[in-house]
């Protein structure tokens, strides 16, 4: 199964300030997603990054708050932008092994928006 | 979008005891996965199940898929420490040919040692 590494692991962050989150993938792979998971609670897609296309986003995130880049089959970068304290979130990265197949995840991102 | 239930929330257990998470859906799946996410930890896959009825075991850990394909469980026997966090169902939410994934709302599991 791929190992997906991600970075930063945790930061806090001052409001009005942007973040970008970097997840690289130990083999190339069709899709990566990002979700958010706030502490004790379920995880919530934001969008599905594909190679050579525009993200797809999730009904409530838009582009202009969480702008996502896909260059590559291995990297994808999440960046939160204009952070409010209701961004305090774990952000987490995941890889699919193609339709209907298992993801696997990165280490996640604590975001503290202070 | 479907939307898979799963109960309990939470789930108390003294080592030992056995321990059950259920997952529901309105709608028949094309396929189940289930994840286990320990404390401070990410996701990890612990199986998938295709086959209407389907079983499949780790070692104490013992999977099901409905027959109609509306329902899925996860049963633990003997419970240990080491079984402690929370347990996700995860299913395509597009049916067959999806490459997303929706998560039930899990099940946090604590082992009273």
């Known amino acids: 199964s791929a190992v997906i590494s991600q970075k930063p692991s945790r930061d806090i962050c001052q409001r009005g300030t942007s973040l970008t989150i970097q997840c690289q993938v130990d083999?190339?792979?069709?899709?990566m997603f990002w979700y958010r998971q706030q502490p004790g609670q379920s995880l919530t897609l934001i969008a599905t990054?594909?190679?050579?296309?525009?993200?797809?986003?999730e009904s409530g995130f838009v582009i202009d708050k969480f702008p996502i880049s896909r260059p590559n089959l291995t990297f994808s970068t999440l960046t939160v932008s204009n952070m409010s304290p209701e961004d305090s979130s774990i952000y987490l990265c995941?890889?699919?092994?193609?339709?209907?197949?298992?993801?696997?995840f990165g280490d996640g991102t604590r975001l503290s928006i202070l | 979008g479907q939307q898979v239930m799963q109960i309990p929330q939470y789930q108390h257990v003294q080592e030992g005891e056995d321990f059950t998470t259920y997952c529901n859906s309105s709608?028949?799946?094309?396929?189940i996965q289930w994840y286990k996410q320990r404390p401070g930890g990410h996701p990890v896959f612990l199986i998938q199940?295709?086959?209407?009825?389907e079983v499949k075991k780790q070692k104490r850990l013992t999977f099901q898929f409905g027959e109609a394909k509306k329902n899925s469980s996860l049963h633990i026997t003997a419970t240990q420490t080491t079984d402690v966090g929370t347990y996700f169902c995860?299913?395509?939410?597009?049916?067959?040919?999806?490459?997303?994934?929706?998560f039930g709302k899990g099940t946090k599991l604590s082992v009273i040692p």
């Open positions: 990054a594909n190679q050579g296309s525009e993200a797809t986003y």
């Open positions: 709608t028949t799946l094309s396929n």
């Open positions: 995860a299913a395509p939410p597009g049916g067959a040919g999806s490459y997303q994934l929706t």
């Open positions: 199940l295709v086959k209407s009825g």
């Open positions: 083999s190339q792979v069709t899709m």
């Open positions: 995941s890889a699919g092994e193609g339709a209907n197949q298992p993801q696997h």
